[in-house]
């Protein structure tokens, strides 16, 4: 499982996504997470400014990544 490590207290979901090369821009981020295509824990969320914290896992296209403190 692929892992981004915070560097502030929080990313918000569609930068997690970008930063972990799921997707290439901002708008495809944003079009995958209204589709509901992404899960934040194990649940779909459609939010793109969702704040994600240390110890959260997000899922998109087979792929999982875990945000690390």
Do not use: C, W
């Amino acid at each position: 499982m692929e892992q981004i490590k915070l560097s502030e207290d929080y990313i918000k979901l569609g930068q997690a996504l970008k930063a972990a090369g799921l997707v290439g821009s901002g708008v495809e981020a944003k079009i995958v997470i209204q589709d509901g295509l992404v899960s934040v824990n194990g649940e779909i969320d459609t939010r793109r400014g969702k704040k994600l914290y240390g110890g959260e896992v997000i899922e998109f296209d087979g792929q999982a990544v875990k945000i690390v403190k």
